[in-house]
């Protein structure tokens, strides 16, 4: 089993930066290799993509609407995913969600069916 928690959520005015955290642990988090993703679900509206990473970290995937503003990146060391968000909009209001996956080589996955473990979201809420 895989345990996922987020931290990092929070108010920020239009153009502001934050950095999302995810934590994994779990036994089997450890001994195999894990591709990860963010999503993100506004009220009303459906999960989405946001970004995903290799198991490696040597790979990375982009939604349109977050390119160029947002960075995700991994430390395996520290069992731990990140998500920089920069210049960031009031429409990158949302729930932002970690997942992970168990890795099939480096490829990414971009829907949320693909990963089957969650966290339980951390708020960001972007003011204008």
């Known amino acids: 089993q895989v345990q996922l928690v987020e931290s990092g959520g929070g108010l920020v005015q239009a153009g502001g930066s934050l950095r999302l955290s995810c934590a994994a642990s779990?036994?089997?988090?450890?001994?195999?290799?894990?591709?990860m993703g963010w999503f993100r679900q506004a009220p009303g509206k459906e999960r989405e993509f946001v970004a995903t990473?290799?198991?490696?970290?040597?790979?990375?995937y982009y939604a349109d609407s977050v390119k160029g503003r947002f960075t995700i990146s991994r430390d395996n060391a520290k069992n731990t995913v990140y998500l920089q968000m920069d210049s960031l909009k009031p429409e990158d209001t949302a729930v932002y969600y970690c997942?992970?996956?168990?890795?099939?080589?480096?490829?990414?996955?971009?829907?949320?069916?693909?990963?089957?473990?969650w966290g339980q979201g951390t708020q960001v809420t972007v003011s204008s």
């Open positions: 997942a992970a996956r168990r890795a099939i080589g480096t490829a990414l996955r971009t829907r949320s069916d693909e990963y089957g473990y």
């Open positions: 779990g036994r089997t988090f450890s001994t195999n290799a894990y591709t």
């Open positions: 990473i290799s198991w490696s970290g040597g790979s990375t």
